[in-house]
């Protein structure tokens, strides 16, 4: 194998060798660049709901464990999902991500969302003075009725099964009540019932489940709501699961329940989808008395379409890079990952046809000069004229002082010297010829 000596090669030698070379990179580097993304903003806007409620509780802690990896998450209050969504739904809005309450989104177009998974079970809870037992919608018609805060989740839930239970304005008070200012009217007899949706850990459904002189009302057709609304589901609060000491419910009782969900606008960077997912499932990944552990978040289909990146997640887990690397370095290290490929992929030709131009630049030094060389030999050997031996022996000259002249990469020396025994040959043949005369 010849050994190539780039320092032989002339300014337009480089220009012959290393220029398609350089073309080839730079085309490849072009065509990778189309396929990178941007790397990921180091802050975004989160839609929560109440400072009272458990969305806008784990959008804290969401914004803890994101934190952790140089991300910023701005956390935004809002009445609940209804405004949620419309946020999310509002081009002039620099929302990226919000909880939004199953079966909020039914009869929309979001087109331009994309459910990042199902994080946990959102029970409609149903808190009423005094402890005569209540089983059924229908018994709160002519109650006072604090249905949520408008904009809310609770709101939309709460009217769409009163209504079904006959139960509406007309024959029941039903008011923009919700969180603390609920329950304190409850407490103080301003309301029969409370409607409440969220995870029993937020802090206004935890005061009501700890509050002893309310009683909860169970769902005795709950298995009919989940069956005429598909997107709740009929879940069990277990006997004494509030609290085991004062037997707190004191039996199991019926809930419905819609889930939380985790949208995003369908242009949030993809390193950040899967950094969210991650945080869901430290946040969400844990037992308690509604599911039990690895239950959620899941990839439960939604009235938002699960984008395919979450789908891929709750598949396969995190990216490879993200499992092993900070998520900075991850992202640095995923993006030069996709400049290499085409680089590998022309590394292989480029081995060959460097080394092939190489030669071929450097012969064609020598052929160029066989070309001449050639053709003065015909023209001696089958049209020879004595009265031109000497400009034959010029051209001779000539080709052999060019020989002399080129540069030619040590690897190739002994094609010039075999160049230069044949124009010994052509010579002596002139000088046969001129002698015969």
């Not at 839609?47 to 959008?59: K, N, R, V």
């Not at 177009?109 to 199902?118: A, C, E, F, I, P």
């Not at 200012?181 to 802090?203: K, Q």
């Not at 959620?296 to 490879?320: C, H, M, N, V």
């Amino acid at each position: 194998m010849r050994r190539i000596s780039l320092t032989s090669l002339s300014s337009r030698d480089w220009l012959w060798v290393i220029g398609p070379a350089i073309v080839l990179v730079i085309a490849a580097f072009w065509a990778a660049s189309k396929f990178i993304e941007p790397a990921p903003p180091r802050s975004f806007v989160m839609t929560a709901g109440a400072e009272d409620g458990a969305y806008y509780q784990f959008a804290k802690r969401y914004k803890d464990i994101l934190a952790r990896e140089g991300v910023t998450i701005e956390i935004r209050t809002s009445a609940g999902s209804t405004e949620n969504l419309a946020r999310l739904l509002d081009p002039d809005s620099d929302v990226q991500v919000g909880f939004v309450q199953s079966g909020i989104a039914a009869g929309r177009d979001t087109s331009g969302l994309v459910s990042l998974g199902s994080l946990y079970y959102e029970p409609l809870w149903v808190f009423h003075r005094g402890k005569n037992a209540v089983d059924r919608l229908e018994q709160l018609r002519g109650w006072r009725i604090a249905v949520g805060a408008e904009g809310s989740g609770t709101r939309q839930l709460a009217l769409q099964l009163l209504t079904a239970s006959g139960v509406h304005r007309g024959n029941s008070t039903l008011l923009p009540l919700a969180g603390a200012a609920a329950h304190g009217a409850l407490r103080r007899g301003e309301v029969d019932a409370v409607f409440v949706v969220g995870a029993p850990e937020g802090p206004a459904v935890r005061a009501l489940l700890d509050d002893a002189s309310l009683s909860l009302m169970n769902f005795s057709h709950a298995e009919a709501y989940s069956r005429i609304l598909p997107f709740l589901n009929r879940i069990v609060l277990p006997h004494g699961a509030v609290d085991l000491a004062r037997n707190a419910p004191p039996q199991d009782i019926q809930l419905v329940a819609p889930t939380a969900t985790l949208v995003a606008r369908d242009t949030l960077h993809p390193a950040l989808v899967s950094l969210l997912l991650q945080a869901a499932t430290e946040v969400h990944d844990q037992p308690e008395f509604l599911y039990r552990r690895g239950e959620f978040p899941s990839a439960r289909e939604t009235d938002i379409l699960l984008s395919d990146q979450a789908r891929r997640y709750y598949k396969s887990g995190p990216p490879l890079l993200q499992r092993y690397l900070p998520f900075w370095l991850a992202v640095l290290v995923d993006r030069l990952l996709i400049l290499l490929i085409p680089l590998v992929a022309v590394a292989l030709p480029l081995t060959r046809l460097v080394p092939a131009l190489y030669a071929w630049r450097s012969r064609s030094k020598i052929y160029r000069l066989y070309g001449e060389l050639r053709f003065l030999d015909h023209e001696i050997v089958h049209h020879f004229d004595p009265a031109r031996a000497g400009e034959y022996t010029t051209q001779l000259d000539s080709i052999e002082q060019a020989a002399e002249r080129r540069r030619i990469p040590l690897a190739f020396t002994n094609e010039l010297y075999i160049l230069r025994e044949h124009i010994g040959l052509v010579r002596q043949r002139l000088e046969r010829k001129a002698a015969a005369g």
